[in-house]
């Protein structure tokens, strides 16, 4: 009797200490996604902060200026399309000579990056061009 009632115990000790540790587990995971989704949250209404962009230019036999340039997304959960830039143009002494935006029809998912390539007529006195992140849409 004594050993049944003890057989008995230690199986409902089993049982608890299984459950507790489920439950410390599906918290974990919950405090896991939560954190996981604030950060989505973030990097989905901040994009300008997540995806960095590098280009060079040069000119063309027509005369048009050619601007190449490299976008990466460096965000780790949100995907971004669309991504709006915005390409100055400056004389030898750095004054704004013209703005132009574009829009790269690209999609970016976490750590990814994408090539594009635009042309354009640049404004007379132009020695440089600098790109810079304005928006995208998250998907």
Request: proline fraction near 2%; charged fraction near 30%.
């Amino acid at each position: 009797m004594k050993s049944i009632a003890l057989i008995l115990a230690l199986v409902a000790v089993g049982f608890t200490s299984c459950n507790s540790s489920d439950k410390k587990a599906e918290k974990g995971k919950d405090k896991y996604e939560q954190t996981k989704e604030s950060l989505g949250d973030s990097e989905k209404h901040n994009p300008q902060r997540f995806i960095s962009i590098e280009g060079h230019d040069k000119h063309n036999l027509i005369g048009q200026t050619v601007v190449k340039g490299t976008l990466t997304n460096k965000a780790s959960v949100s995907s971004f399309k669309d991504v709006n830039i915005e390409i100055s143009f400056y004389s030898k002494t750095g004054t704004l000579l013209e703005k132009d935006q574009e829009t790269v029809y690209e999609t970016l998912a976490p750590g990814d990056s994408k090539n594009f390539k635009t042309k354009y007529f640049a404004p007379k006195g132009t020695d440089s061009v600098s790109l810079k992140v304005l928006g995208a849409r998250s998907e």
